[in-house]
Each structure stands twice: as structure tokens, then as C-alpha cells.
């Protein structure tokens, strides 16, 4: 009996295709090798990108990623705010855009790192020779595992922190955002677990209603 041609065609797909997103990160070694194992983590099979575009001031990577637009469906600018002068300036930059979204972190990524050891909103301002970053990095090693860390050259952070002190982070990250927004005073605050959530939810598909 011969088979209708109906019989040969493809059944609707049930579920959205994934959307095309880009990261680029201000740090080219440790924030960046830590959201690339962050999409390890969470399986995601879609064109996310970390990468370093060469620019290290935030105006600058929120004008690549504007650049990149047409590219992409959503594209995240991970930066600190540090003492970068124009940091104000590329958050505006960054309001232009309906795909841009600015990851930030006072004083510096680390910050969400220091968050997996418990909640603290002490805030860090430079002093002598150290940058902010660098006081903060400081306080940082004083935990377990983390007496040695070394922003070039943590390789494997992600893993390392991969425990039930990764949970707290989130947790703890949400609360401090949350204070330092009722509060107008952001330093210390990272947004870094809302780019996971993001990862996390881009690893479950989504069905087409």
C-alpha cells in the first residue's frame, strides 16, 4: 500500500528554539574562564560566547556588544565598576539597546566569589597602593581554598566553589543586590547570579504554546 505523502512530513517541533547569545567579559582570564565553565555546568547547547573583545573599559564592551546586535538575541556585557571613569556612561550606553544587558559588580567580580563564603556588604574603596579589587581580593583569600587565589591564573574557580557554597552565593548575591538597591549605595553588589539564572533557564527547553 503506498504511503501518503502526508506520512513524510515532519512533525512540528514542540519546543522553541534556543536563542543566540553573546557574553563578552571585561576580565579575559578568571571572570571569563569562570562563565565558561558556568555553561559546562548547566549544559548549555546553544552559541553562548564568553569573550574577551579587547576592550577593557566598560564603554568600550558595551559599544562591541551594540556592534554585535544583529548577531545575537541577547547579548551581556559582564564588567566591574572598579575605578573605570565612563562606567556610568556605558550603563546608559547600555539602556539604548532592547538586546544589551549590563552585568555589573562593585568593586569587581571577586565580589561574587567572596559571597560564597556568607553574606558581607562591607564596601571597599582604594587605599595607598591597592585598588579597590585588590582590598577585596585580600579578604577574599582569608577563606579556606582560597588563601592562594590569583585572578590570572585560577584556572579552575568554578569547580573549586561548586558545592553547597554555590547555592549560598546565589542566595547571598539576591540579598545584597536587594540592599544595596533600598539603600543607593550598590558598592559592595554583583549581578553575576542573574546571568546564571539566565544560563540556568536557557538550559531548560522551553515548549511552544
Avoid at 528554539?17 to 559546562?40: F, H, M, N, R, T
Avoid at 569587581?108 to 585588590?134: M, V
Avoid at 548575591?173 to 554583583?190: F, G, H, K, V
Wanted: a neutral charge.
Amino acid at each position: 500500500m503506498a504511503r501518503s505523502p502526508l506520512s513524510f512530513s515532519r512533525p512540528k517541533p514542540c519546543y522553541k528554539p534556543q536563542p543566540k547569545v553573546l557574553v563578552i567579559c571585561e576580565d579575559s582570564k578568571s571572570g571569563k574562564w569562570y562563565l565558561e565553565d558556568a555553561c559546562i555546568h548547566f549544559r548549555i547547547k546553544v552559541d553562548v560566547k564568553v569573550t574577551h573583545c579587547g576592550n577593557t573599559d566598560p564603554k568600550g564592551i558595551v559599544n562591541e556588544a551594540i556592534k554585535q546586535e544583529k548577531k545575537y538575541e541577547k547579548i551581556f556585557c559582564a564588567i566591574d565598576r572598579d575605578q573605570h571613569q565612563n562606567f556610568e556612561e556605558a550603563l546608559n550606553l547600555a539602556n539604548t539597546s532592547r538586546k544589551v544587558e549590563v552585568i555589573a559588580s562593585y568593586p569587581c567580580f571577586e565580589y561574587w566569589l567572596l559571597l560564597h563564603f556568607g553574606y558581607t556588604r562591607k564596601p571597599y574603596a582604594p587605599a595607598g597602593n591597592l585598588s579597590a579589587a585588590d582590598r577585596l581580593i585580600k579578604d577574599l583569600r582569608i577563606h579556606s581554598g582560597m588563601e592562594n587565589y590569583d585572578k590570572g591564573n585560577d584556572r579552575d574557580i568554578f569547580q573549586s566553589l561548586l558545592d553547597d557554597k554555590f547555592a549560598n552565593a546565589r542566595k547571598m548575591a539576591l540579598r545584597t543586590l536587594s540592599d544595596a538597591i533600598e539603600s543607593e549605595e550598590m558598592n559592595p553588589s554583583t549581578r553575576i547570579h542573574e546571568l546564571l539564572d539566565f544560563f540556568e533557564e536557557l538550559s531548560e527547553p522551553q515548549k511552544i504554546s
